[in-house]
């Protein structure tokens, strides 16, 4: 019978329990597999009494310890999945056939090398067995002797000795080397009777054990396979470094055995060409994982590297992390300086906008993707550090989907963004006055767009669209693709624009940007250094993914990215001159890396957006100004056009008439290579080769009447069934009734 526990004796409760047992009062009991029935004093004397559960891990239970199960993986992470198994084994085969093929080159090297050495271990064994051949051991007596003979040379007994000792050493003298010379004549008989295989072999059982005898302490037989390391690293040399930069205690009274350390929860290990360790930050020195990302040019100082080679982050709770683990990787020289990789999208006939955007490799050489939908993207940077071409990268994601709608205002106006015009819905071209009302107008078309979108959500019962969002379903029934929002440039426009003008287009850009993805818009912008002026804040800070190239300072990098980012370790002043096509990208909060981005060529670019273009005629998706392409449409009816009619076309798209000076000035912005060493009589003169009637030579736009063309002169060159055809435009999937 159990003691009754004394009332004055205190009883530990838990408050979960409590709970539980609370809840258990108004609702069934669910049986919990994790707890053990015990059965107290109360369930013994009550019969018919409820059998109390109590959890494994109460504070009072002895056994709570001893009974948790471990939080620690069975299995490797490398053995956890067969997919992962199959990759090892496979890197394992490479790397084993690269060995085979680096090693197998050099065998005649190695062969000579064991020659030399054989021969110095010869040499070796023959020095190490001439005292024993020669009878050392019997030589110090007749020596002896000797000596004593000269001093008493009438000593009979002492001649007798000696006589006796010399004679037992020429003896052992004698039969040691018979001995050693008939085992050389008989070794060296039964080598050259011996079949070849075999005296291979025994030429190789002598000539290792020697080879091995005449290796010295800093001899190596084989060739390095990989390159000797730049970069070296310790736990030692991390603390010192950590020390120098004030993150961890030092004190002139204490041994060195005594100061606060880090605690190395891997590495330093050598991982690619690179050291890799994740450290935690020792607990009473107030220094956080964020105060070590701060560090990063002092740490690589101390380390003997270029900030650029340390690529340090944290490790959050969701990976086994907590405030003070920091993962670190110090590369042996720059990650970012080898020859671009070209980009996937290039040789792809087809992808999917629903897919995240192959988009580059890390320093460490893993793939970088990145997810489009339902995100809105703005790119910053110093120009001619390739921010258009990374800009591109998106956009020729959305070329190779069908489903995907495209709206590109380009407010340089040059060659970067010509191919869109084969398969963009809108394309504004310059920073003109004509330019800007054109993207005005782009900007509320894309806004009645969107609220007629929504609306239609709306309507749709929760089975279709279930969260009030654009789905693969949708698109196709409703014909209703995803809208593609491009601009470049986008400080041109602001800086061409008063201030009235500027507020709106910034508040409809951060209306797109804000409310658009859920409605399929993804918008796509890029500036240059975007201070208060050229891109608000207000505009900036609505955009989820940032990516900058090298900007001057981190208040500029900052700029891009977002406040505080430079501080966390997306700091894009790291990079240099030679870091074109490199990136820092922030997808996140707390999500960045440093980018090497994939290349495409503007000639890859503008073969993609004819290939997008093939896509899109079979379903009807050419819409808009690429429908109404007089080029485009030539093409198709196998008629050819003069270039530089085609071009004047384009660069006159939002302009009903212009001066010769500004129609030439923008021939050469979109294409100096062929314009650029044209004067304005070689303009008229290829113009009238084109078959250009002018009805008027002087223009008069806004009080200047200058030499010019209308473009209703210039659309009378071309054969009218093709002006016919290119503005009998379809109307907009979109706007078509659903069946």
């Not at 800009?391 to 590109?408: F, I, K, N, S």
Request: hydrophobic residues 45%; contains cysteine.
């Amino acid at each position: 019978m159990t003691e009754p526990v004394p009332e004055s004796v205190g009883s530990i409760h838990s408050l979960a329990d409590h709970r539980a047992a609370k809840d258990a009062t108004t609702a069934p009991a669910t049986p919990d597999p994790t707890t053990v029935p015990v059965p107290t004093t109360a369930t013994a004397t009550a019969p018919g009494a409820a059998v109390a559960v109590e959890a494994v891990d109460r504070p009072d239970n002895p056994l709570a310890d001893w009974l948790t199960v471990p939080d620690a993986p069975v299995l490797p992470v490398w053995a956890r999945s067969r997919a992962s198994i199959t990759a090892n084994v496979t890197a394992l085969g490479r790397l084993t056939w690269w060995h085979g093929r680096y090693h197998g080159v050099r065998t005649p090297k190695y062969l000579a090398k064991a020659v030399l050495l054989a021969a110095r271990g010869f040499y070796r064994a023959v020095a190490g067995l001439w005292p024993t051949l020669s009878a050392q051991d019997h030589t110090a007596a007749v020596k002896a002797l000797r000596a004593q003979t000269k001093v008493q040379p009438g000593d009979v007994d002492l001649a007798v000795r000696l006589q006796v000792a010399h004679a037992a050493r020429t003896q052992t003298r004698r039969w040691r080397f018979g001995t050693a010379a008939t085992a050389v004549a008989t070794a060296a008989v039964g080598v050259v009777l011996a079949p070849p295989l075999l005296q291979t072999g025994i030429a190789a059982a002598i000539t290792v054990p020697l080879a091995y005898l005449g290796r010295g302490r800093e001899t190596q037989f084989l060739d390095q396979g990989a390159p000797p390391l730049r970069v070296d690293m310790s736990a030692q040399q991390l603390n010192d470094a950590l020390r120098a930069a004030a993150l961890l205690k030092t004190s002139g009274s204490k041994e060195e055995k005594d100061l606060p350390k880090v605690s190395c929860t891997m590495g330093p290990v050598r991982d690619g060409r690179g050291w890799a360790v994740i450290f935690d930050m020792p607990r009473g020195g107030g220094k956080t994982a964020s105060d070590v990302l701060a560090k990063r040019e002092v740490i690589a100082q101390e380390l003997g590297v270029d900030e650029i080679q340390v690529i340090m982050s944290r490790v959050r709770a969701a990976k086994g992390g907590n405030a003070g683990r920091v993962s670190m990787w110090v590369a042996d020289d720059d990650p970012y300086l080898a020859d671009p990789v070209p980009s996937p999208l290039a040789t792809m006939d087809r992808f999917s906008i629903w897919d995240a955007v192959p988009f580059g490799q890390d320093a460490r050489g893993n793939r970088v993707s990145v997810p489009v939908v339902w995100q809105s993207m703005f790119f910053g940077g110093l120009p001619r550090r390739g921010k258009t071409f990374t800009q591109r990268l998106m956009t020729a994601a959305g070329l190779l989907d069908p489903w995907v709608r495209h709206y590109v205002a380009d407010f340089k106006g040059g060659q970067d963004w010509m191919g869109m015009r084969h398969v963009a819905h809108r394309l504004v071209l310059g920073a003109e006055d004509d330019a800007i009302e054109a993207f005005k107008a782009m900007l509320a078309e894309l806004l009645a767009e969107m609220e007629r979108r929504f609306a239609l959500f709306r309507g749709l019962p929760t089975s279709i669209c279930p969260e009030g969002k654009l789905t693969p379903q949708i698109v196709e029934k409703y014909l209703m693709p995803f809208i593609f929002l491009t601009v470049d440039e986008l400080q041109e426009a602001f800086l061409a624009m008063d201030d009235k003008d500027r507020e709106a287009v910034v508040d409809d850009l951060g209306r797109l940007a804000r409310r658009g993805p859920a409605a399929g818009f993804i918008s796509n912008y890029a500036s240059q250094r975007p201070d208060a002026k050229s891109v608000p804040t207000k505009l900036r800070e609505i955009i989820t993914i940032r990516c900058c190239t090298q900007v001057t300072d981190k208040t500029s990098s900052d700029m891009v990215l977002g406040s505080g980012k430079a501080a966390m370790g997306a700091d894009a002043s790291l990079l240099s001159e030679e870091h074109k096509g490199v990136t820092v990208l922030v997808t996140g909060p707390a999500s960045y890396a440093t980018v090497k981005n994939d290349l495409l060529t503007t000639a890859e670019f503008n073969a993609l957006a004819l290939k997008g273009r093939a896509l899109r005629e079979p379903l009807g998706q050419i819409t808009g100004d690429a429908a109404g392409d007089v080029a485009a449409v030539a093409g198709r009816a196998g008629v050819s056009i003069a270039p530089v009619l085609s071009d004047v076309l384009d660069v006159m798209r939002h302009s009903d008439r212009l001066h010769s000076v500004d129609l030439l000035a923008r021939l050469v912005n979109s294409d100096e290579e062929r314009y650029g060493d044209w004067d304005l009589d070689k303009l008229a003169a290829e113009l009238d080769a084109a078959g250009v009637k002018r009805t008027t030579k002087q223009i008069n736009i806004k009080g200047k009447n200058l030499a010019g063309y209308r473009r209703a002169d210039l659309e009378a060159a071309v054969p009218e069934e093709l002006l016919i055809a290119a503005r009998t435009v379809e109307p907009s999937p979109s706007t078509r009734t659903p069946a």
